[in-house]
């Protein structure tokens, strides 16, 4: 029996009208499929008694916007920045228990596994760290202001008005324009390390059940499939609370703006 | 000193293995962007926007209903004021027909005693002076049966039938004996 470690890169399945389409491709596919059905379903039977379905739903939600609230701190915002922050919930936790279902690491197609967690691919969190991380600067731009949000990233005009104000405030509002230049040094880092932790997380957890089924198939990899399972709960919170804190924070008007 | 066009090429080909042993790919980047963004939008319409537009509508309704609920409260509670104000009005006003009832109850008693107490002295009266009348017509009755009677027994001694003339003759005889 050989052990097969899965490459980093996803593998290609086969390929459509010269595009490649590889096993995350897939299992995005699949996600996709899920929640058009469920969309469809809660769609059309949605009603102000709700069904077994939509109680559920509407439980989950209930209590994702009790969580969100406690960053937002009111519900309005949660309720503004939940179409990008709540599909990166739901997305990322489905496509993550989709890789730990059974059959996952076990059919083949053309010698690579058919179905592969979707997160274990850095396309797909980079995409979406790019997405969260783009919105936040998209909302920032609609409260407070296009030139008001640059200004926390290129804080030249402090700078020129230090000039009337001495010495002291010249150094101040130095320090404070390399600290703009940082800031935008860590809009990246966002982008990597939302990116990356995901990515790292997913297929860590991938390799990990890959080789513990190689070594011993039954009953061993169970826990760890629990593990997984919460694990999945974890990244999708993780991801979701983050980008909610990025999306908070870069609503916020600098304190330097604020108007007296 | 700039590197030169070679240490460049190397560079980059080194960044792009690098990006290439993680897996990034312009083409699937941009392939699970689509992806992404068709599944939020997937998840916004169809699961999240429908369930949170009823969440809010049920909330708007139960607040509604939480409104209702204290105005029909208040009202219930004004209701009630209102209907005791009125209870205590018509026990007050029950109180005074009552009185006044009472109070014409013992003065038409009075009347009706009085009236009857009347009536009765009036029959009593009337029956006094019926028996009056009664006891004078038998008086007068028992003295012309009296006088008959001792006419008769005069008859009887003197055996002598009296009439008028003979017994003013008889009268005037015995009153001149007892003048003498």
Same mark, same amino acid.
């Given at each position: 029996m050989t052990l097969k470690i899965p490459p980093l890169p996803a593998e290609v399945l086969f390929h459509i009208l010269g595009f490649s389409i590889t096993n995350t491709i897939i299992n995005t596919w699949i996600a996709m499929v899920i929640f058009l059905c469920l969309g469809i379903a809660i769609k059309r039977h949605i009603s102000m008694k709700p069904g077994k379905l939509q109680n559920a739903s509407e439980f989950f939600l209930e209590q994702i916007l009790g969580y969100f609230d406690q960053v937002t701190g009111n519900r309005e915002k949660t309720i503004r920045f939940l179409p990008i922050v709540g599909s990166i919930f739901f997305f990322v936790l489905l496509s993550n228990w989709l890789g730990i279902i059974p059959g996952t690491g076990n059919l083949t197609y053309h010698h690579e596994f058919v179905l592969r967690s979707a997160n274990s691919d850095l396309n797909l969190?980079?995409?979406?760290?790019?997405?969260?991380?783009?919105?936040?600067?998209?909302?920032?731009?609609?409260?407070?202001?296009?030139?008001?949000?640059?200004?926390?990233?290129?804080?030249?005009?402090?700078?020129?008005?230090?000039?009337?104000?001495?010495?002291?405030?010249?150094?101040?509002?130095?320090?404070?324009?390399?600290?703009?230049?940082?800031?935008?040094?860590?809009?990246?880092?966002?982008?990597?390390?939302?990116?990356?932790?995901?990515?790292?997380?997913v297929f860590a957890g991938e390799v990990l059940m890959m080789v513990l089924s190689s070594l011993i198939a039954l009953l061993v990899p169970t826990p760890f499939m629990l593990l997984e399972l919460f694990v999945g709960i974890i990244q999708a919170a993780v991801f979701a609370m983050l980008t909610l804190v990025y999306m908070s924070t870069a609503v916020e008007i600098p304190h330097g703006s604020r108007k007296h | 000193m700039d590197p030169t066009p070679a240490v460049h090429t190397t560079k980059a080909l080194h960044n792009a293995s690098i990006f290439a042993s993680l897996g990034l790919n312009t083409q699937l980047f941009v392939f699970q962007l689509i992806n992404f963004l068709v599944i939020s939008a997937i998840i916004w319409w169809l699961i999240l926007k429908p369930l949170n537009k009823?969440?809010?509508?049920?909330?708007?309704?139960?607040?509604?209903?939480?409104?209702?609920?204290?105005?029909?409260?208040? $009202?219930?509670?004004?209701? /009630?004021? *209102?209907?005791?104000?009125?209870l205590d009005q018509a026990k007050v006003e029950a109180n005074k027909i009552i009185a006044k009832a009472t109070k014409?109850?013992?003065?038409?008693? $009075?009347?009706?005693?009085? /009236?009857? *107490?009347?009536?009765i002295e009036y029959l009593i009266t009337q029956a006094k002076k019926h028996i009056e009348d009664e006891r004078k017509a038998m008086e007068i009755g028992v003295q012309k049966k009296a006088g008959k009677l001792v006419v008769a027994a005069v008859e009887k001694l003197i055996s002598k039938k009296m009439d008028d003339k003979k017994d003013t003759v008889y009268i005037s005889k015995v009153l001149s004996d007892l003048s003498k």
């Open positions: 969190t980079l995409a979406m760290a790019l997405v969260s991380v783009i919105l936040s600067h998209v909302y920032a731009f609609m409260s407070i202001g296009v030139f008001t949000h640059l200004g926390k990233f290129v804080q030249i005009k402090k700078v020129f008005l230090s000039l009337k104000k001495g010495p002291i405030a010249v150094i101040s509002a130095i320090v404070e324009f390399f600290v703009g230049l940082l800031e935008i040094i860590s809009e990246v880092a966002k982008v990597i390390s939302l990116s990356l932790r995901l990515f790292g997380n | 009823k969440l809010e509508e049920r909330k708007q309704l139960i607040d509604e209903s939480v409104d209702n609920a204290k105005e029909i409260e208040t $009202n219930l509670w004004e209701s /009630e004021q *209102k209907f005791q104000e009125h014409e109850a013992g003065a038409m008693e $009075n009347k009706i005693k009085d /009236e009857a *107490k009347t009536e």
